[in-house]
């Protein structure tokens, strides 16, 4: 096993030094190198920086990820690090652990999961689906030239997480593309965060009090975002001291404002700016990441197009079509379509969105593998290589398949969060789920019956080396009308 491991063609562990050398050497192929090492390290690997004086453990084993997302939750929080690299989020629920979590935690599920904001979502989903992206999409078909779709995506998950939070859509995915500061500013902020997981904590903190490098950017970049969001704050605060009796808008920022316990709070400015980034941060890049990567698959996959489009022919033979040759489809037309519903998750099995999630360790704990953690260590659970493990998904694990999420009887097939880690797993497990599913499902549906997606030839497709899994070099593609005629299902025009 040892000798295994250091020939491994992930990455090799030398003496002292361990995977460092490696690490450094892979860095532009880290999730793959590392999933090599997972897969011939037995699911889990555990590396000691002598020199450094801290360990890190990094597993893929669904036995530990129950250990320490669910069955010993408490031991494993986020910690101080994580909180201090990602200082945009503030106390929000992402940087928080103990009661400040707990009670974000109860609050925040209360008020997404109300009839109202569901409704809200779906409709919003299809406002979005029909107004910017299917025109979007048909004025590059008729100019006959290519987009970057993730580029698209990225754009139109800031509009519409921005019209969930805070009840404002940018218009970021306008034709012609407009420069929105406050989404460049996020770009910039997270690009920060991402810089600072790599580089010594030490050293991105001397460079942020000397405000050099990309933390003098990220100083500019979070002014531009807080000024934004304060100023959002204000305005809606205003029209609700004006109008108080006029409760009618669904967005989240309105729903906390209103709430009579939050307005108690004496820091309730703080509070509210804190949950609104915190949610526009965790819906904007991992829902256009799964978009990006969905288009992907489905592009380089005709069988899986013509499946999905032959789901959605009946449901398009009864819905009259646009005024302009188009068709979109309701949430609700789409709640029971079992494949495309499995071609969602496969495609957050290979790709899930956040490929890797750190947890601290609190004290002395034995992992159901046998490893030992202590305090100080870093635990490091690798996602993206969860999806890929012949051990956990079977042998043709890398295939793009969502027939393994259907039973031989026809229904879905149950999988464990242990398992299936795209949204999380135990008590932290992702607050918009059934929302970001609602708006794939639309938007994914919307896209596929109404054009063939092209990848450009020759375009390379990988992922970019960050905390959200995008593509390097973006998804460049032609897309072409298709007849909405369904007989005419998986050809292009
Ligand atoms: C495809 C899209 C999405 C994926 C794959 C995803 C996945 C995840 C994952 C893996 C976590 C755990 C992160 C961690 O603990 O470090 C998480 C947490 C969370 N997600 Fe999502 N997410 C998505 C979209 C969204 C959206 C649109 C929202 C709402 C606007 C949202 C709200 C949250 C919240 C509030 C948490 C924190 C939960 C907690 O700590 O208790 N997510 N999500």
Redesign the pocket.
């Known amino acids: 096993e040892k000798t295994r491991r250091r020939r491994s063609p992930g990455l090799t562990q030398w003496p002292i030094v361990g995977i460092l050398p490696a690490i450094v050497s892979n860095i532009h192929r880290i999730f793959e190198g590392v999933t090599g090492m997972l897969a011939l390290s037995g699911l889990n690997y555990q590396c000691r920086f002598w020199f450094a004086g801290f360990r890190y453990f990094i597993t893929c084993d669904p036995a530990n990820v129950r250990h320490i997302f669910t069955s010993n939750f408490e031991n494993y929080p ?1 910690g101080d690090v994580f909180a201090q690299m990602f200082d945009i989020l503030g106390g929000g ?2 940087n928080s652990d103990g009661e400040r ?1 707990r009670s974000q ?1 109860t609050k ?1 599920q209360m008020l ?1 999961t109300t009839p109202r904001y569901r409704a809200f979502v779906a409709q919003s989903s299809l406002d979005k689906a029909v107004q910017s992206v299917l025109p979007f999409l048909a004025h590059v078909a008729d100019s006959d030239t290519t987009c970057d779709l993730q580029d698209v995506f990225t754009r139109w998950s800031f509009d519409t ?1 921005c019209n ?2 805070f009840g404002v859509d940018p218009g970021c995915l306008a034709i012609g593309l407009p420069d929105v500061p406050f989404a460049r500013a996020m770009d910039d902020v997270l690009r920060t965060v991402f810089v600072r997981h790599i580089m010594p904590v030490t050293c991105w903190k001397m460079m942020r009090r000397l405000d050099v490098g990309h933390e003098r950017k990220n100083a500019a970049a979070r002014r531009t975002a807080d000024e934004f969001v304060a100023a959002t704050i204000a305005s809606r605060r205003a029209a609700y001291n004006k109008h108080r009796a006029d409760k009618s808008a669904a967005d989240l920022l309105s729903s906390f404002i209103c709430d009579e316990e939050i307005a108690g709070d004496p820091d309730a400015d703080v509070y509210i700016r804190d949950m609104t980034m ?2 526009l941060v ?2 904007r890049d ?2 256009s ?2 978009l990006s990567w969905f288009s992907y698959l489905i592009a380089t996959n005709p069988r899986v197009e013509k499946k999905l489009l032959e789901e959605l022919a009946p449901i398009a033979a009864r819905k009259p079509v646009g005024p302009n040759g188009m068709v979109a489809f309701e949430a609700g037309e789409l709640k029971n379509l079992l494949y495309l519903h499995a071609a969602v998750c496969e495609c ?1 099995r290979l790709y ?3 490929p890797v ?1 750190t947890k601290a360790v609190a004290a002395h704990d034995v992992l159901p593998s046998g490893h030992e953690v202590r305090p100080g260590d870093k635990i490091l659970v690798f ?1 993206y290589s969860m999806g890929r493990m012949k051990r956990v998904w079977g042998a043709d694990c890398r295939e793009f398949r969502p027939e393994r999420w259907i039973s031989e009887d026809g229904k879905l097939r149950y999988v464990p969060s242990n398992k299936f ?4 797993s135990g ?7 059934e ?2 599913l609602v ?2 499902k639309v938007t994914v549906a919307a896209v596929a019956w109404n054009f063939a997606v092209e990848v450009v030839p020759g375009h390379v497709v990988e992922p970019k080396l960050s905390i959200i899994l995008h593509m390097k070099n973006g998804l460049l593609v032609r897309v072409k009308r298709r007849s909405g005629n369904p007989a005419m299902i998986g050809k292009q025009q």
């Open positions: 986020k629920i992402f979590w935690r925040a997404m997480t969930l939070v915190n949610l965790a819906g991992a829902t990441s799964a957050l899930p969105s956040l999630e996602n880690v795209a949204f999380n008590p932290r497990t992702c607050l918009g789920k929302m970001v708006q794939m």
